[in-house]
């Protein structure tokens, strides 16, 4: 498999950074993308990642879903960001999972993929892969998502505690894994799928087409004292937590440009100040999410040239 990726001319990737509600925005950017190229995104990308909200995302587009069709479930989002207690959130969060994903596996999806979760025990990524070229080594041992089924990898990628409790996954080999949102170790996880790329597929840096995209940076939501999320916010573990994913994919994004200068890239993750744009990872208003998927689609406008030279359209 990696002989045959390293002869093509072009390797498109797909990276999807994580940010909650705020994948709105990332929908604004791919609905243009996909109405560009004229037709599914999975086949257009040879491999698609993605972080939290954005391996939601990603993982229904490898599946050959729409974005439109993608944006119809996000609607629902509001239901599960609105609730008050951390196990009411997973739960919700994993009733959604299970409607969309239903038993599905590897079989269902139809291009490659990445899927960034962070295991709590071991403080090291642990990423959903479905091809054996992507293994890093252990080949013989290679079972595609771990035998873990895509719902499951999906909550897991989007556990962001203390929002949301950790996920336990069980593998085919029988091992219970706790798992975490894979915003603490790679919110933006470009440079996981550039890896999978020149290290294991084989593909020249040259020769691969990196389209990267955020959820935009928004003001920080002002709370009102009868605002529960009000009190949420008030919690240190929670602030540090939005800091730590904010930090963690600018500092992503300035060591890919650093390590892989000479890489076709575009990223697209504008930041935003009016104060009418404040958001965080929990927002549930339907109104202001919407708002956030037309900047998606202004941000993508401002940068259509570079996108379409990139993927070649």
């Known amino acids: 498999m990696a002989r045959k990726q390293a002869q093509?001319?072009?390797?498109?990737?797909?990276?999807?950074?994580?940010?909650?509600a705020k994948g709105f925005y990332t929908l604004g950017v791919l609905a243009e993308v996909e109405a560009a190229v004229g037709k599914p995104l999975a086949e257009i990308f040879d491999l698609i990642y993605g972080t939290s909200t954005g391996s939601i995302i990603g993982t229904?587009?490898?599946t050959g879903m729409s974005v439109e069709e993608i944006h119809t479930i996000y609607k629902r989002v509001p239901t599960v960001m609105k609730q008050r207690s951390r196990s009411a959130k997973t739960a919700a969060l994993a009733k959604i999972a299970q409607e969309i994903?239903?038993?599905?596996?590897?079989?269902a999806l139809k291009t490659g993929i990445g899927i960034v979760t962070t295991n709590w025990q071991t403080e090291r990524p642990m990423i959903f892969k479905a091809d054996v070229a992507q293994a890093h080594g252990r080949e013989a041992s290679f079972i595609p998502l771990f035998g873990v089924k895509l719902r499951d990898a999906v909550q897991a990628s989007c556990s962001a505690f203390p929002f949301f409790e950790l996920k336990t996954v069980t593998t085919a080999q029988g091992h219970n894994i706790l798992l975490g949102d894979g915003g603490f170790c790679a919110n933006n996880p470009?440079?996981?799928?550039?890896a999978d790329a020149t290290e294991a597929f084989g593909i020249g840096r040259k020769n691969i087409a990196l389209l990267s995209i955020g959820c935009g940076?928004?003001?920080t939501p002002i709370k009102?004292?009868?605002?529960?999320?009000y009190w949420s916010t008030k919690l240190l573990s929670v602030q540090l937590l939005q800091k730590v994913l904010e930090v963690n994919t600018q500092s992503l994004e300035q060591l890919g440009n650093v390590l892989f200068s000479d890489?076709?890239?575009v990223r697209i993750n504008d930041r935003f100040s009016k104060p009418e744009l404040a958001t965080?990872?929990?927002?549930?208003?339907?109104?202001?999410?919407n708002i956030l998927r037309q900047q998606g689609s202004i941000s993508y406008g401002e940068r259509e040239k570079d996108v379409r030279a990139l993927l070649g359209i």
């Open 224 to 229: 009102t004292i009868t605002d529960f999320s």
């Open 190 to 194: 470009s440079l996981y799928a550039v």
């Open 263 to 265: 890489l076709p890239m």
């Open 217 to 219: 940076v928004y003001p």
């Open 60 to 62: 229904l587009l490898a």
């Open 8 to 20: 093509r001319k072009s390797f498109k990737i797909l990276s999807l950074d994580g940010g909650g």
């Open 101 to 107: 994903f239903k038993n599905s596996g590897h079989e």
């Open 280 to 289: 965080d990872l929990l927002e549930h208003n339907l109104t202001k999410l």
